[in-house]
């Protein structure tokens, strides 16, 4: 199993350009999640969801969309990057299997928006 | 809302001493807990978790003890290694069902030789 992936590793925007990140698990977990480090702020929840077609806001949900249309991926768009997105972006992966909350990783994303 | 206090680092320390990063948590439900660490340039990874009163959880020779009376989850590690240099998160469930957490704020960890 690979785990979770993401790409690309590393991305310079200039302010007001549009990506996405993305992000795919092969662990056939229902829960996915995305978080933003930043440094002095630990990790924060960005949108997470429970399944393919649901997903809800988390902590820091602004200027950041996100669907779920099949189970093993999860992207996150930025719409109009802004110097204020300039992150490490991490994705995550679990399922509700009780017992199983543990969250899996992927290696992060480094956006620099200038 | 719910909330992950951790105490600021960095945290430094000779190898073989004695660690201890407090943790305390503030949340309207029994959530889990647990402990993350993440190594330079690396992703995070699960350390230990406790997921009721009482619990604890450890690995590697880290403890955790969830205290609910204190809402404390203090990690300790009575030697640690040069190796163990890395951030520690201290986290909850964001919400009953768990799917996603609430960190703290991370506190790094050095230890020389």
């Known amino acids: 199993n690979a785990g979770v992936t993401q790409t690309p590793k590393f991305q310079v925007l200039k302010t007001g350009q549009s990506m996405t990140l993305q992000c795919a698990q092969d662990?056939?977990?229902?829960?996915m999640s995305w978080y933003r480090q930043d440094p002095g702020m630990g990790l924060r929840l960005i949108h997470y969801s429970v399944g393919a077609g649901i997903t809800d806001q988390g902590e820091v949900p602004n200027g950041y969309n996100v669907s779920r249309s099949t189970t093993e991926d999860f992207p996150l768009r930025l719409l109009s990057a802004a110097p204020s997105q300039t992150s490490v972006y991490f994705c995550a992966s679990s399922s509700p299997t009780s017992g199983q909350e543990t969250q899996y990783f992927g290696p992060g994303t480094r956006l620099l928006v200038l | 809302g719910d909330s992950v206090t951790q105490m600021e680092g960095p945290v430094t320390l000779s190898e073989e001493a004695f660690l201890t990063i407090n943790c305390t948590y503030t949340?309207?439900?029994?959530?889990?807990l647990f402990w993350y660490v993440q190594y330079p340039g690396e992703g995070l990874q699960l350390l230990l978790k406790?997921?009721?009163?009482?619990d604890k959880g450890s690995n590697k020779g880290f403890e955790a003890t969830y205290r609910k009376e204190t809402t404390s989850f203090h990690l300790e590690k009575g030697s640690v290694q040069v190796s163990d240099s890395a951030v520690y998160f201290c986290a909850l469930n964001f919400n009953q069902a768990g799917t996603a957490l609430i960190f703290g704020k991370g506190t790094t960890l050095s230890v020389s030789s």
């Open positions: 949340a309207t439900g029994y959530p889990s």
């Open positions: 662990m056939n977990h229902e829960y």
């Open positions: 406790a997921t009721k009163a009482d």
